[in-house]
């Protein structure tokens, strides 16, 4: 071969190999989507037994593969939704979810890509649903994998010959080169961080010709099972070690299932030969699925003693997060399960406040080992945000009480306050990062000080509205006085503060790129204190507050609804139109007041206890 053909065939084969990862990334993706929270649903509800779990387990992992269903699990474990017992037996499903959807690879339908690349296509732009555009897409992507496959074997095909010394390493006739092509394929298989492209290039090699007895291209597989543990331990690494210890537990699982497949070795090749007679692909695919089978029957009954060395394995003085308190058998006492909310709704609170701790250190010294914890602990809020939402949705089927149904819609509030909270947070040590990389930008040590002094009056009402969340104070109002008196010294401090940076501005002492960070950090920190004072104007409410009586009392059957028949469309698109600069005649009648500007008479002014652009009280 010519140096030209060489490259040639070195890009086709890596232009096949980015269509096939490519085309695997778009299915999944697109499936996970069409899921919708369905896959979070789920796998949060794998913890009801080991059985559940691994069932489950199977379906996320056929739909997402393992790395992208661990990953799920390990930021489950990080918020604290799912503990690290209860992932086990989902990890081992997943594992077995994907060898399935390999199984679907394996099939001889490459000459169908093209199909289904075209139905998808149509699919995803002609019909309107967005849960069948995602259907469409996931389609495409399943044809380019195919495509990407039957790119590499017709490329390498006409030169297999040239290419059985470079192969020749790969062989699984004795233990040492069995040993050897695991380690090249487990290395090759995180480069590319993918087990499905592995494997899919495995077959594409088969289909080659490259690749003709089971034993030379069987340790291909294998390996694969190791590399893509590269995925959720990469993701786990800003994460507590909880998740981690999920991640590592993915990696322990394929070392075992691995060495087992090994150790029974000749027996497997029996068994896979015996299962698809003279189809090599075939043969491959259900040597995944009857390792990954095979382990999880093994180990399954063992999942108590595989966590303990999984945790004898990662020592730790790291204390686990604090475990969920939403817990399902407490729905039908409603008393009960605020209680639990309440709770929930703290621990939400007391990341926010481990996140103004992490700022404050990024103002600092950014580092990238704190920033990532910052964004971890949003990653937690958000979590603990969805698990919050179908709680109460939960709830809200049970016989309420009036109290209790207002008493939800004010915990629904403070969750979304809370939440909005960690996203000023996040914003604000995305700014710290910025600014540390422009010296320009640095102050002068006294206005610094006027800076840091505020940012610590924004922590203490941030600390004070986590303690608010006291299921067993006596009352709610009492802490929302004291997050209301925090607030107007900050708002005071924070004026101050906006004069002396414009002077500063004015009179040259800083930068304006100095000015334009200042401006943003206040920014923030107003935002985040304005959703401190809403959440205490909530807990002001009568209605905030757990009555102990009510504690033990079981939720009454929800009584019966008959829903009120649909308003007419038309009648209110009238009074829509009404209401728009265009009348119904289709003339451009501009309002006399520009848009954006509150008439002096309007009787939606400003109201006197509020700053403009802060947000009327709940």
């Given at each position: 071969?010519?140096?030209?053909?060489?490259?040639?065939?070195?890009?086709?084969?890596?232009?096949?190999?980015?269509?096939?990862?490519?085309?695997?990334?778009?299915?999944?993706?697109?499936?996970?989507?069409?899921?919708?929270?369905?896959?979070?649903?789920?796998?949060?509800?794998?913890?009801?037994?080991?059985?559940?779990?691994?069932?489950?387990?199977?379906?996320?992992?056929?739909?997402?593969?393992?790395?992208?269903?661990?990953?799920?699990?390990?930021?489950?474990?990080?918020?604290?939704?799912?503990?690290?017992?209860?992932?086990?037996?989902?990890?081992?499903?997943?594992?077995?979810?994907?060898?399935?959807?390999?199984?679907?690879?394996?099939?001889?339908?490459?000459?169908?890509?093209?199909?289904?690349?075209?139905?998808?296509?149509?699919?995803?732009?002609?019909?309107?649903?967005?849960?069948?555009?995602?259907?469409?897409?996931?389609?495409?992507?399943?044809?380019?994998?195919?495509?990407?496959?039957?790119?590499?074997?017709?490329?390498?095909?006409?030169?297999?010959?040239?290419?059985?010394?470079?192969?020749?390493?790969?062989?699984?006739?004795?233990?040492?080169?069995?040993?050897?092509?695991?380690?090249?394929?487990?290395?090759?298989?995180?480069?590319?961080?993918?087990?499905?492209?592995?494997?899919?290039?495995?077959?594409?090699?088969?289909?080659?010709?490259?690749?003709?007895?089971?034993?030379?291209?069987?340790?291909?597989?294998?390996?694969?099972?190791?590399?893509?543990?590269?995925?959720?331990?990469?993701?786990?690494?800003?994460?507590?070690?909880?998740?981690?210890?999920?991640?590592?537990?993915?990696?322990?699982?394929?070392?075992?299932?691995?060495?087992?497949?090994l150790l029974v070795w000749p027996l497997l090749v029996r068994l896979c030969e015996w299962s698809a007679p003279g189809d090599?692909?075939?043969?491959?695919?259900?040597?995944?699925?009857?390792?990954?089978?095979?382990?999880?029957?093994?180990?399954?009954?063992?999942?108590?003693?595989?966590?303990?060395?999984?945790?004898?394995?990662?020592?730790?003085?790291?204390?686990?997060?604090?475990?969920?308190?939403?817990?399902?058998?407490?729905?039908?006492?409603?008393?009960?399960?605020?209680?639990a909310v309440i709770k929930e709704l703290r621990r939400m609170a007391e990341v926010c406040v481990d996140s103004m701790m992490l700022n404050g250190r990024l103002i600092l010294d950014p580092t990238r080992k704190i920033y990532r914890r910052l964004i971890s602990n949003e990653e937690i809020i958000n979590e603990v945000r969805r698990s919050m939402e179908d709680y109460l949705g939960r709830l809200t089927n049970n016989y309420l009480s009036r109290r209790q149904t207002l008493f939800l819609q004010h915990l629904d509030r403070c969750m979304k306050d809370i939440e909005r909270i960690g996203d000023h947070l996040t914003h604000i040590g995305d700014t710290s990062v910025e600014r540390n990389k422009i010296a320009a930008a640095l102050l002068p040590e006294d206005l610094f000080r006027t800076w840091f002094t505020l940012f610590c009056s924004a922590k203490r009402v941030i600390v004070l509205m986590a303690r608010s969340f006291d299921p067993d104070t006596a009352s709610f109002q009492n802490n929302a006085l004291d997050i209301l008196r925090a607030r107007d010294a900050y708002m005071i401090q924070s004026m101050d503060a906006r004069a002396d940076f414009v002077g500063a501005v004015r009179d040259k002492l800083i930068t304006p790129v100095g000015g334009y960070f200042l401006s943003r950090y206040i920014e923030d920190l107003d935002r985040l204190v304005r959703r401190a004072k809403s959440i205490a104007l909530a807990e002001r409410q009568p209605d905030f507050g757990i009555k102990q009586r009510k504690l033990k009392k079981v939720a009454q059957t929800a009584l019966s609804y008959t829903p009120p028949s649909r308003v007419n469309p038309k009648e209110y698109l009238a009074i829509l139109q009404k209401d728009s600069p265009f009348d119904s005649d289709g003339d451009d009648d501009l309002p006399e007041t520009p848009p954006g500007i509150i008439p002096a008479n309007s009787p939606h002014q400003v109201p006197p206890d509020e700053t403009p652009g802060e947000e009327p009280p709940a």
């Amino acid at each position: 071969m010519s140096a030209q053909q060489i490259i040639l065939l070195l890009f086709q084969v890596l232009g096949g190999l980015s269509l096939f990862i490519y085309g695997m990334h778009v299915m999944t993706g697109s499936l996970r989507q069409a899921a919708g929270n369905s896959l979070r649903k789920i796998l949060a509800r794998a913890t009801r037994s080991r059985l559940h779990g691994v069932v489950f387990g199977i379906v996320v992992g056929f739909l997402a593969h393992s790395g992208a269903a661990t990953t799920m699990l390990a930021g489950f474990i990080n918020a604290g939704v799912m503990t690290l017992g209860q992932s086990i037996a989902p990890v081992f499903g997943a594992n077995i979810g994907t060898s399935l959807s390999m199984q679907l690879v394996s099939f001889h339908i490459a000459s169908y890509c093209w199909v289904a690349i075209g139905i998808g296509f149509l699919i995803s732009a002609l019909v309107p649903s967005d849960r069948w555009s995602k259907l469409g897409n996931a389609l495409i992507g399943f044809g380019l994998l195919f495509l990407g496959m039957d790119t590499i074997s017709s490329g390498i095909a006409p030169h297999k010959e040239a290419l059985a010394p470079l192969l020749e390493y790969i062989r699984g006739d004795t233990w040492g080169w069995r040993l050897v092509g695991v380690g090249i394929s487990a290395m090759l298989t995180a480069l590319i961080t993918s087990s499905g492209a592995m494997i899919g290039l495995c077959f594409a090699l088969v289909h080659a010709g490259v690749f003709t007895e089971f034993n030379q291209a069987g340790v291909i597989v294998i390996g694969a099972h190791i590399g893509t543990c590269i995925v959720p331990i990469l993701a786990a690494l800003p994460m507590r070690i909880g998740a981690k210890r999920a991640a590592i537990s993915h990696l322990l699982f394929n070392l075992l299932n691995v060495a087992f497949a090994l150790l029974v070795w000749p027996l497997l090749v029996r068994l896979c030969e015996w299962s698809a007679p003279g189809d090599l692909v075939r043969q491959l695919a259900n040597l995944h699925t009857f390792v990954m089978v095979g382990a999880t029957l093994l180990l399954l009954p063992a999942t108590k003693a595989f966590t303990r060395v999984l945790l004898w394995l990662t020592p730790s003085k790291e204390p686990d997060p604090a475990p969920t308190f939403l817990d399902d058998t407490l729905l039908s006492k409603p008393e009960q399960a605020l209680v639990a909310v309440i709770k929930e709704l703290r621990r939400m609170a007391e990341v926010c406040v481990d996140s103004m701790m992490l700022n404050g250190r990024l103002i600092l010294d950014p580092t990238r080992k704190i920033y990532r914890r910052l964004i971890s602990n949003e990653e937690i809020i958000n979590e603990v945000r969805r698990s919050m939402e179908d709680y109460l949705g939960r709830l809200t089927n049970n016989y309420l009480s009036r109290r209790q149904t207002l008493f939800l819609q004010h915990l629904d509030r403070c969750m979304k306050d809370i939440e909005r909270i960690g996203d000023h947070l996040t914003h604000i040590g995305d700014t710290s990062v910025e600014r540390n990389k422009i010296a320009a930008a640095l102050l002068p040590e006294d206005l610094f000080r006027t800076w840091f002094t505020l940012f610590c009056s924004a922590k203490r009402v941030i600390v004070l509205m986590a303690r608010s969340f006291d299921p067993d104070t006596a009352s709610f109002q009492n802490n929302a006085l004291d997050i209301l008196r925090a607030r107007d010294a900050y708002m005071i401090q924070s004026m101050d503060a906006r004069a002396d940076f414009v002077g500063a501005v004015r009179d040259k002492l800083i930068t304006p790129v100095g000015g334009y960070f200042l401006s943003r950090y206040i920014e923030d920190l107003d935002r985040l204190v304005r959703r401190a004072k809403s959440i205490a104007l909530a807990e002001r409410q009568p209605d905030f507050g757990i009555k102990q009586r009510k504690l033990k009392k079981v939720a009454q059957t929800a009584l019966s609804y008959t829903p009120p028949s649909r308003v007419n469309p038309k009648e209110y698109l009238a009074i829509l139109q009404k209401d728009s600069p265009f009348d119904s005649d289709g003339d451009d009648d501009l309002p006399e007041t520009p848009p954006g500007i509150i008439p002096a008479n309007s009787p939606h002014q400003v109201p006197p206890d509020e700053t403009p652009g802060e947000e009327p009280p709940a």
